[in-house]
């Protein structure tokens, strides 16, 4: 299992992210968390879910195959951070939400690369007047 943390505006990683499959995704999302699933054709069941006190979003990933500890990793920006509990056949992603409301999100399912991407922050394209 690979979790990625991308910020597009990171002039270290712009230039990656721009010829990246996963493109499109950060024309929009300025944040992206990406969780790699392979073989994504093991993922049994994908839901997500909010919970209060503390406030946090929960992506819980079942019948996926993980070798991986439980870790957790700073974010920016809307979310403070992502707690990561692995066991034998499932995945358990806790965003916890900083200080202010919960940033706007999306998940996309990518079944052709076998990634699952969490992303937020909606990138300004200067086109709003």
Known sequence: MLLEIID???AAVAERVRSD???PIADKWRYQVRIAVR??????EMRHFLLPRPD???LELSGVVLDDRAQSFD??????????????RALRLEFEIGDGPLPRFSIFEVPSLEYIVVA??????GSEQ
Request: hydrophobic content about 45%.
């Open 120 to 125: 937020w922050g909606v990138r300004d394209t």
């Open 8 to 10: 597009a505006n990171d």
């Open 21 to 23: 499959a996963l493109a």
């Open 75 to 88: 974010l920016r920006d809307g979310f403070r951070r992502v707690k990561v509990y692995a066991t034998p």
């Open 56 to 58: 946090r979003l929960v």
């Open 39 to 44: 073989p994504f054709s093991r993922l049994a």
